[in-house]
T-cell receptor, first 113, second 111 residues
Framework: QQKVQQSPESLSVPEGGMASLNCTSS?????YFWWYRQHSGEGPKALM?????GDKKEGRFTAHLNKASLHVSLHIRDSQPSDSALYFC?????????????FGSGTQLTVMP | EAAVTQSPRNKVAVTGGKVTLSCNQT?????MYWYRQDTGHGLRLIHY???????EKGDIPDGYKASRPSQENFSLILELATPSQTSVYFC??????????FGPGTRLTVL
């Protein structure tokens, strides 16, 4: 079983709508969480990080972390066609001494004009 | 902005042949990583490095070797390429707490 699981696998929303992406970890040692975004033909690029319980807002993007339930979510308000991309949730446990990021399998977001 | 470049961008190899994928970073990051990306599996870590001269095995190291001759360069080596190694390979630098910066990827096809 993957340590970081994402849902849904794919998501379509209308332009201007709200997109909600989910991520669940099976490892309680994960402390740091990231969302990465990958446009077609490019490498992934960090979107935002969240390390503490609660919400973190950056423009149209809001991440939410609940460490007790090992759940991370990303909400995109006023979705734009340029938001169409593959979104990855990633987690790490630096206290273990291992500088690895564990990625989920991704959510393909399509924003329809 | 941090920069990671990869070469070649596309590669076609024959089964049993040797393939070397190269990565260069100008970020002066100690940590570098090699991932492969396959549909349904996301990004899987093959090898990583903490600095020049060091290489560590990631989650799927079998069939791959890595080399870190300098702070800037990190190579992934397939000594005997197989069709199952057909994939898109990404190099990254940085660290899991602050950020990882990815290159544009190399599409490898093994026939």
């Amino acid at each position: 079983q993957q340590k970081v699981q994402q849902s849904p696998e794919s998501l379509s929303v209308p332009e201007g709508g709200m997109a909600s992406l989910n991520c669940t970890s099976s490892d309680r040692n994960f402390q740091y969480f990231w969302w990465y975004r990958q446009h077609s033909g490019e490498g992934p690029k960090a979107l935002m990080s969240i390390f503490s319980d609660g919400d973190k807002k950056e423009g149209r993007f809001t991440a939410h972390l609940n460490k007790a339930s090992l759940h991370v979510s990303l909400h995109i308000r006023d979705s734009q066609p340029s938001d169409s991309a593959l979104y990855f949730c990633a987690a790490s446990e630096p206290s273990s001494g291992s500088w690895q990021l564990i990625f989920g399998s991704g959510t393909q977001l399509t924003v329809m004009p | 902005e941090a920069a990671v470049t990869q070469s070649p961008r596309n590669k076609v190899a024959v089964t049993g042949g040797k393939v070397t994928l190269s990565c260069n970073q100008t970020n002066n990051h100690n940590n570098m990583y090699w991932y492969r990306q396959d549909t349904g599996h996301g990004l899987r870590l093959i090898h990583y490095s903490y600095g020049a001269g060091s290489t560590e095995k990631g989650d799927i190291p079998d069939g791959y070797k890595a080399s870190r001759p300098s702070q800037e360069n990190f190579s992934l080596i397939l000594e005997l390429a197989t069709p199952s190694q057909t994939s898109v390979y990404f190099c990254a630098s940085g660290d899991p707490v602050y950020e990882q910066y990815f290159g544009p990827g190399t599409r490898l096809t093994v026939l």
